[in-house]
């Protein structure tokens, strides 16, 4: 077990826009077994940390109350809510974590955190279970662990993982890489020694803060002035705990850096080992991927001459005469902009260009 299970809960999840937006960005979305995306991340937490943590933006706080107040009044009570005045990338909210936990200790006594995202699939849960206790195990020497996965094709959408000497699926880390071109990914794969970045990670939080201290000055020194929260600083939401007083957070995110984890730390770190996975991964990292969950629905659609097309929408849509379209609409019911996207498949990583041009037009509002 791990004393604290961060969930990194931030972000607006654009590659899935429109559905996925600051409003409701693409961790609360629906993902399997009729739960979010943050409620599988969730209950993976809550197997592994005797309390969990979640770091996520103030507007998104209510679709976290929202998804745990879902789970037994037991559960409940280990769950613990910090919300981010100000998005800052990964760094400063694991810098703040760690802060949160050390502060938590008794009797200077060391804790040991699990960092998890909030956006992908993750099964089966026993063997992540495992894999996990065995990255614990390797983060008591005192090294941040990193989870690697085992490339199953040619990827330009993650970055990698190099790994050196190891053995019981335990491995020194030689290198992180950036997302590769085509041909680089290729030869990855062919070579046996580059995994997927899941982007979690596993470490002694003594261990770590003195890695930001010597690593990333610029980003934990504004949570170092911090002090442990009173219990006046907490409101109950129906029978979470969100922290909603604690002096000075607000400064401290906005002195801080805003970098992400890899590039301040792990990137740095000189003592990093890799969890070779066992378990299932998915990154829903665009529509052509989510769609592979079945989430449509069929009553909203009317279909004429028309194949393998995907619908998601809030409003009824009809198709004539059109094949491999992948069509998503939001009609603004919820007081957002309304907002369409229509694409073929195979050209559904072109959303994030669109919502760059969406920015570059000056009409943040869709976002």
Known sequence: MFNDCIIMAGGSGTRLWPASSSRLPKQFLP???NKSFFTLALERALALGERVVIITGNSHIPHVIRDASKLEAAERKRI?????PVAKNTAPAIACAVVYSLLSAKNNQDRNMLVLTSDHIIKPLK?????SLLAAKAAAGNQLVVF??????PETGYGYIEISAGKDNVF???????????????KYGASGKFFWNSGMFAFNCSFMIEQFRSLAPD????????KEPKAADYTAKKGIKV???WKGL???????????FDYAIAEKCRKTAMVRTNFDWIDIGNWEEYVKLGKNDESQVFSVDSNACYVDSDIPVALAGVDDLIVVIRSGKDGSVPSALITRKGQTQKVRNITDNIKAAGRGELL
């Open 80 to 84: 613990f809510v910090i919300g981010e």
């Open 219 to 226: 980003v934990i020194q504004p949570f170092d002035k911090l």
């Open 127 to 131: 063997v992540f279970k495992s894999d």
């Open 243 to 245: 922290l909603t007083g």
């Open 31 to 33: 993902a399997a077994d």
């Open 148 to 153: 690697g996965i085992p490339p199953a094709r």
């Open 172 to 186: 020194d880390v030689a290198a992180f890489h950036e997302k590769p071109d085509a041909e680089t990914a290729k």
């Open 250 to 260: 607000n400064n401290a995110y906005k002195n801080t850096k805003g970098i992400s």
